[in-house]
């Protein structure tokens, strides 16, 4: 299950494993990103944190935590690499997996469908 | 941000970005392309390798005339402009009475009259701070029905001269009045992004017609203010607001090399004392290129330290596609200001490695004949 924030986060969980990134919609924002800086593997992070930096060649934007948790991966190939997000955001343009403290915390997120009618109201 | 209550201006052009894809954004009170379906870091390289266009129609144009207005202009400005040649264009600024700068403009002697070209954002300040000190020594005319169009690129020389074969001889900052296809136009050989090229004044019902038969050249395509910055940036060149503003001189700001030999001694411009005594005794900042070692862009208000303290500051700074890393510039302590000096940045509250670095980041490459 995928769910959507409206930071225009994505966060797909498995087994109580989260795998955190931007959506398409804000990589298309963005353009074309040339710096990711993802969190280290252990730090613990609390739903809101700022877990991530994403700058494109117009702007910084930091990546927050949809949920609480301890970040168990990193996406280490992205910061030499920091095309990929915008190439595959949902794809291998993942930033960082977090190992969820509380699966309730998910109830506050948007499915796709609620996500899609979201960005629909921004444009 | 857009204030929803703010009515933009549109550029003749506005209809024509629209139909190219451009992604319009709130700039200097005008609706204007950020970047068009190609994304910034194209459009960028395009213009490094080709050539671009960029409609500059927000910018302010006008004309000074009067029995002497060079000498009029002179006592707003340290520009030497009485010794400009008819057809020669020089960069200068407007200072205040504390040698800050007011906005910075490019001035053209046109034999009759001085052309004048400034930043949107300051235009109707710097048209009353004109029309106010020059009274009764030089009439302004503002030129509000001609777009501003820029063709920028190693290839811009070429295509011009196919469109318009007069302008194949001008050389860096010179001007002429010229025909293309059959449009009379006032060009100049300048612009804002240390590439060979032009600024094309062209009256506003021909502006599209002109646009698009310069996008029909397969060198040339649209261009964004987004990649205009990224492009300034790596050529060393200021944007007024950043990088110099009220607070900075011309001193401070590296612009020595545009007061004239004359003005310094003589002066006769708001400030001109205190660009004289900085010119004797030193600023005590420079503008200086700031080179990060990492990958992380350093954004303009980023904080730059030495030996533990805050030595200045970032005015711009992002990402140099022809670079292929982070660029920027800011002002630091004159003492950290040679070429070379290590010194820290506070990104995100981290320390991050950095160089003072000579600008330009990217060889200018202008057209001198």
């Known amino acids: ?86 190439d595959d955001p949902q794809g291998d343009g993942w930033f960082f997996r977090i190992k969820l403290e509380d699966e309730s915390e998910l109830e506050d997120l948007m499915d796709e469908a609620a996500y899609k009618a979201f960005v629909k109201g921004l444009d | 941000m857009n204030d929803p209550g703010e009515t933009l201006k549109k550029t003749a052009l506005f209809d024509l970005h629209v139909e190219l894809g451009a992604k319009m954004v709130p700039f200097a009170g005008y609706d204007m392309p950020v970047q068009y379906p190609a994304g910034v870091l194209k459009e960028h390289n395009h213009t490094r390798d080709a050539a671009g266009l960029f409609d500059v129609s927000h910018m302010g144009q006008a004309r000074l005339t009067g029995d002497n207005p060079a000498a009029a202009l002179e006592t707003l400005v340290p520009a030497e402009l009485q010794a400009l040649e008819p057809g020669q264009q020089r960069y200068t600024q407007f200072t205040n009475e504390q040698g800050g700068i007011l906005d910075d403009l490019m001035v053209t002697n046109m034999g009759d009259h001085l052309f004048i070209v400034v930043n949107a954002a300051c235009k109707d300040a710097d048209f009353a701070h004109m029309k106010s000190k020059l009274a009764g020594k030089a009439e302004l005319e503002i030129i509000d029905d001609r777009a501003l169009l820029a063709i920028q690129g190693p290839k811009a020389g070429e295509v011009m001269a196919r469109l318009s074969p007069e302008m194949a001889k001008m050389t860096f900052m010179t001007a002429a009045e010229v025909r293309i296809d059959g449009v009379a136009c006032l060009a100049t050989r300048s612009g804002y992004s240390g590439e060979d090229g032009f600024e094309i004044s062209i009256p506003d019902d021909q502006a599209e017609r002109l646009a698009r038969l310069m996008l029909d050249q397969p060198e040339v395509e649209p261009i964004g203010l987004g990649a205009r910055d990224s492009l300034r940036l790596e050529a060393g060149l200021c944007l007024y607001g950043s990088d110099i503003d009220e607070t900075t001189t011309p001193v401070e700001g590296g612009l020595v090399w545009s007061i004239g030999k004359r003005r310094r001694t003589e002066g006769g411009y708001p400030g001109a004392d205190v660009v004289a005594r900085q010119l004797a005794e030193g600023a005590p900042r420079k503008r200086v290129g700031i080179r990060p070692e990492g990958r992380a862009p350093a954004r303009a208000h980023t904080e730059i330290h030495s030996g533990g303290r805050k030595i200045g500051e970032i005015t711009s700074g992002g990402f140099g596609p022809t670079v292929g890393g982070p660029v920027a510039m800011g002002y630091v302590e004159t003492e950290f200001a040679k070429a070379g000096t290590p010194v820290t940045l506070i990104v995100r509250g981290k320390e991050a490695p950095a160089q003072v670095e000579k600008m330009p980041f990217v060889q200018q490459r202008y057209y001198r004949g």
């Open chain 1, 1 to 86: 299950m995928i769910y959507y924030s409206e930071d225009h986060e994505w966060i797909e969980v498995e087994d109580g494993i989260g795998t955190v990134g931007i959506t398409a919609y804000a990589a298309e924002q963005l353009g074309d990103v040339v710096f990711v800086e993802v969190p280290e593997v252990g730090k613990t992070l609390a739903k809101g944190d700022d877990a991530a930096v994403v700058e494109s060649v117009k702007a910084a934007s930091e990546i927050y935590s949809p949920v609480s948790g301890e970040v168990v991966e990193s996406n280490d190939s992205l910061p030499d690499v920091p095309e990929t997000v915008g």
